[in-house]
């Protein structure tokens, strides 16, 4: 029993992260454990700033689809 349990619990977890991280949810998360910001060549922006750079780097550029 206790096997089935502790399968079902790892089996959530990872479903739960996935789809975070399909969903774009988890990008910050992923953000800070890039090695880029780890190594502190570059300055480690804040959630909200993340937010609005991720936004400007999405419109930025012309989206067609046809």
Known sequence: MRKTAKTTGWFLRRFWRGLREWCGDAAYESYLRSPGT?????????????????LNRRYS????CC
Not at 38 to 54: D, I, K
Not at 61 to 64: A, E, G, H, I
């Open 38 to 54: 780890r190594s502190g060549s570059r300055p480690v922006l804040s959630a909200e700033e993340f937010y609005v750079e991720q």
């Open 61 to 64: 550029r012309p989206n067609r």
